[in-house]
C-alpha cells in the first residue's frame, strides 16, 4: 500500500513505506540519476539528538561498505541531509524469516539447513573484517526464490553502545536472539553472533525462540536459564541435531562452536546422519520402498556357535605350537651343553649364567626406535670376561618442527604474513609469533595483499600435521581497495592440540603463500 512520504532526498525518492523498526523506518525508493530501485533506511527522528550516537552510526555503516558477499544486503551509502541520517542499500525481493516461521511454523531440518547454511557464510565473511552484527534475528534474514538468503543490518546496533540512548533505555538487541554475555553487559563478537544464529536455527525448527515472554524474563533467562531440548519441542528432531543446536546456545563461550562453518558442519552431520526420531517404537526405515530391520549379526545364535568352535581349535593350535617350540628347544639346548666343556667359576661368582636372555619390549607408538641386532651363526658359550650386549630398546621423541620463516611464490598477491594468538579493537595483531600455548581462542594470519583483480577465486586451509583441519573458499570481493592489509582466522572445537600446523593461501588452486606454527605443551 502506498503511503504519504513527506521526507525529501537531494538524489533519492521515497516511494513507499516498508515497516518501521526501533531504530529505522524503512522505504522503497528510487535513484533520480538512473531510476534504479533501492531500499532506504532513515533513521528515526527522536535519536537524531544524539551527537555521539549519530557520528558512531555513520562510522559503523561505512564499514559495512566494504562488505561485498553474496548472502549479505549491500549497502550504497550513508549520508546526512539536514537532520536526515539514511541508509542507502540493495533492494531485495525477499521476506523476513519471522514471517516464514510464522505462515509454516517448524521447518524441515533440510530446509533450517539450507538457511542456516547462508546465515553462517555471511557471518563469518563479516567476521573476517572485524565487522559483527550485534542484532541477528529473523526479522534481520531474508528469504528469496529458492531460499536464497540475504543478512541485513550489519552493525547497525552497535552504534548505541556507550551512548545516552542506553542509559535512557533503549535496547541494544532483540531479547529473543541475545546472547548470555551481552545480557551481562558485553559488547556484540563472533561468539554472541554465532549465539544468535543457534537462536535462529532452535526458532526455524521448533517453530519459536527458546525464550519468549516479557523482556525481563527473556533476558533473564537468556543469562541463567536452559532453554528446552529441541527435540522434546519437537518429536520430529533427531537427539544429535538438537544436541548440536544446544551446544551452541551454551552460556560459556569456550563451549560453542568458534566459527559459522564448524557450526554449520555439525548440522550437517546431524541432519544427514540421522533419523528423526519417531513416536512409534515400531517403526522401521524405508530404504527404496522396502521394509528393512536392520539386525545385528552378533544376536544370530548360529554364529555364536561357531565363533565358540573357533577359539577353542585356535586355543588347541597356540597349545600344541607352543609345547612342540618347547621340547625342541630343550633338546636344542641339550645338545649344546653336551658338547661344550664346562668353565669353571671365577672368583664372585655363582653358577648363574652370566647372560639371562632378555624380554624384548614391545614400542608403545610410533616414537620407539629398536635398536637392531645382528645373532651370531653359531651358538657360542659365554664368555666369563666379557658379556654381550643385552638387547635394548631406545626411546626417541619425534621432534616438533621448528617453523621457519613464511614462504612467499614469486607470483603471490600476499606478502608480510604473521601470525598472531590475538587481535586488537582496531584489528592489529597481537601476540605475534610462531609459538603459541594452547588455549580457545583462534588463530590469526594477516597479510598485505597486491596485484590481485576482484572475483579471483582464493582459499585459506589449515593443516594440523597431517591433517586437514580446514578450509575456506572464496572470490576476492570487488570492495577492496587495490593494496591493503587483511586477516583470516581458524579455532579449533576445543582448542589447539599440541603439534604443527600450517595454513596455506591459495589462488586460482595454486599455493602462493605458506606460514607455519607450532602449539606447545601446556596451558595459559
Not at 64 to 82: G, M, S, Y
Not at 256 to 267: C, I, M, S
Not at 443 to 465: K, M
Request: charged share 15%.
Amino acid at each position: 500500500m502506498m503511503v504519504s512520504v513527506t521526507t525529501e532526498l537531494e538524489n533519492y525518492v521515497l516511494d513507499e513505506e516498508l515497516g518501521r523498526g526501533d531504530l529505522t523506518i524503512a522505504y522503497q525508493g528510487h535513484r533520480k540519476a538512473d531510476g534504479k530501485t533501492v531500499a532506504i533506511k532513515v533513521v528515526a527522528p527522536q535519536f537524531m539528538f544524539d551527537e555521539f550516537f549519530v557520528q558512531r552510526f555513520k562510522d559503523i555503516t561505512r564499514q559495512t561498505l566494504k562488505l561485498d558477499h553474496p548472502n549479505i544486503v549491500r549497502t550504497h551509502e550513508v549520508d546526512q541531509e539536514e537532520n536526515t541520517l539514511y541508509i542507502v542499500r540493495e533492494f531485495i525481493d525477499a521476506q523476513p524469516l519471522a514471517k516464514i516461521i510464522e505462515a509454516e511454523g517448524p521447518l524441515p531440518p533440510q530446509r533450517m539447513l539450507t538457511i542456516a547454511r547462508q546465515i553462517a557464510a555471511a557471518l563469518d565473511y563479516a567476521h573476517q573484517k572485524s565487522i559483527m552484527h550485534g542484532d541477528l534475528s529473523a526479522k534481520r534474514v531474508y528469504i528469496g526464490p529458492e531460499d536464497h538468503v540475504t543478512v541485513a543490518d550489519f552493525g547497525q546496533t552497535q552504534a548505541m553502545v556507550g551512548t545516552s540512548l542506553v542509559k535512557q533505555g533503549f535496547a541494544i538487541g532483540s531479547p529473543e536472539t541475545l546472547a548470555p554475555e551481552r545480557v551481562k553487559g558485553q559488547g556484540p563478537s563472533r561468539y554472541s553472533d554465532l549465539y544468535s544464529l543457534g537462536v535462529l536455527c532452535y526458532q526455524m525448527l521448533s517453530g519459536q525462540p527458546p525464550f519468549t515472554g516479557e523482556v525481563a524474563a527473556v533476558l533473564h533467562a537468556q543469562a541463567y536459564e536452559q532453554p528446552r531440548l529441541l527435540h522434546a519441542v519437537n518429536p520430529d528432531i533427531s537427539i544429535p541435531l538438537s544436541e548440536a543446536v544446544s551446544r551452541m546456545l551454551s552460556k560459556g563461550l569456550e563451549l560453542r562452536y568458534t566459527t559459522g562453518a564448524e557450526f554449520t558442519r555439525a548440522l550437517t552431520a546431524a541432519t544427514e546422519g540421522s533419523a528423526p526420531v519417531r513416536t512409534s517404537s515400531t517403526a522401521k526405515p524405508q530404504l527404496t520402498g522396502v521394509e528393512q530391520a536392520p539386525v545385528s549379526i552378533f544376536s544370530q545364535p548360529w554364529l555364536w556357535g561357531i565363533l565358540v568352535v573357533l577359539l577353542i581349535l585356535f586355543l588347541l593350535a597356540a597349545g600344541f605350537v607352543t609345547v612342540s617350540a618347547w621340547v625342541a628347544w630343550q633338546s636344542n639346548a641339550s645338545e649344546i651343553t653336551e658338547a661344550m666343556p664346562a668353565l669353571p667359576p671365577t672368583a664372585g661368582e655363582s653358577n648363574t649364567p652370566a647372560t639371562q636372555p632378555a624380554t624384548q619390549p614391545q614400542p608403545e607408538s610410533a616414537q620407539v626406535v629398536l635398536v637392531p641386532l645382528t645373532p651370531s651363526a653359531t651358538p657360542t658359550a659365554p664368555s666369563p670376561t666379557a658379556v654381550p650386549a643385552t638387547p635394548t630398546v631406545t626411546s626417541t621423541p619425534v621432534p616438533i618442527p621448528t617453523p621457519g620463516p613464511p614462504v612467499i611464490e614469486a607470483n603471490s598477491p600476499f606478502t608480510n604474513l604473521r601470525l598472531a594468538h590475538a587481535i586488537s579493537s582496531d584489528s592489529e595483531p597481537e601476540k605475534v609469533g610462531t609459538h603459541f600455548l594452547p588455549n580457545n581462542d583462534p588463530i590469526y594470519l594477516f597479510f598485505d595483499y597486491g596485484r590481485i583483480e576482484a572475483g579471483t577465486p582464493w582459499a585459506h586451509r589449515w593443516t594440523w600435521g597431517d591433517t586437514e583441519l580446514d578450509i575456506y573458499e572464496d572470490v576476492w570481493p570487488s570492495s577492496y581497495s587495490e593494496t591493503g592489509t587483511a586477516w583470516v582466522f581458524y579455532g579449533p572445537t576445543g582448542g589447539f592440540r599440541p603439534g604443527p600446523y600450517k595454513v596455506t593461501l591459495e589462488v586460482d588452486g595454486e599455493v602462493v603463500g605458506t606460514a607455519t606454527f607450532v602449539v606447545e605443551e601446556g596451558g595459559l
